[in-house]
Structures are given as structure tokens and as C-alpha cells.
């Protein structure tokens, strides 16, 4: 499955935006995917993750009650819905996909990734 994340830019801290993940080749609808970022210089970090039928979610607690992840099977795009930002969330935001039940939250669980988007906060 190829993944492209879009939906970044340049936000004010306190502001709202939502990253959106495109699935083409195999259907997205059949595996779980997660959002991960990455900021110069630091690892890239697990953010959220989201099951193949969208019934149970996971959050890092940074983003813990300021960010949703959903997803809409029919049209193949799992979103990143994210409130509140903060200058620390600036970073590459990049979305994956693993097959599996489990929400993992580590990079190399995850089998496909797409090229991220980047997003900016400014305070």
C-alpha cells in the first residue's frame, strides 16, 4: 500500500489543523495506521493509532485530549485531527501501516510509510 500525508503548513500556537493519509495500491481499509512525527534532530516518535474498523485508538500522551484520529474506510483516508498546538509539535508528521490487531507504537511494526508533511508552529 502506498501512503501520502498531507494537511501540514504554518499554524499560530493555539491553533487547529487536520493531517490526512491517502492509501492507494491495496486497500487502507485493511490495515491499521498510526501517525508518527519527527523533529530535527530528534527520533521519530509514535503519535497516534487507529484499528483497521476504527473502534479503539491510541495517543501518545503529549497529544492525549487535543488530537483524534479517525478514519473513512470507504474513502481510503485515515485523519489526524490535532487542537491546541504548540510550538513543540512542529515536526514532520508522516502516517504508516501495519497489518495486525495490535496498536503498536514503534517504528518497525510498521510495514509501509508514506513521505510526511510538514508542520510548523510558530508561537
Known amino acids: 500500500v502506498q501512503l501520502q500525508a498531507s494537511g501540514g503548513g504554518l499554524m499560530q500556537a493555539g491553533a487547529s489543523l487536520r493531517l490526512s493519509c491517502t492509501g492507494s495500491?491495496?486497500?487502507?481499509?485493511?490495515?491499521?495506521v498510526g501517525w508518527f512525527r519527527q523533529a530535527p534532530g530528534k527520533e521519530r516518535e509514535f503519535v497516534a493509532a487507529?484499528?483497521?474498523?476504527?473502534?479503539?485508538?491510541n495517543y501518545a500522551e503529549f497529544v492525549k485530549g487535543r488530537s483524534s484520529i479517525s478514519r473513512d474506510n470507504a474513502k481510503t483516508m485515515v485523519y489526524l485531527q490535532m487542537n491546541s498546538l504548540k510550538p513543540e509539535d512542529t515536526a514532520v508528521y508522516y502516517c504508516a501501516a501495519r497489518l495486525g490487531t495490535l496498536l503498536q507504537t514503534t517504528t518497525n511494526e510498521y510495514d509501509f510509510w508514506g513521505q510526511g508533511t510538514q508542520v510548523t508552529v510558530s508561537s
Open positions: 495500491g491495496r486497500t487502507l481499509s485493511n490495515y491499521i
Open positions: 487507529i484499528t483497521v474498523g476504527g473502534e479503539r485508538t
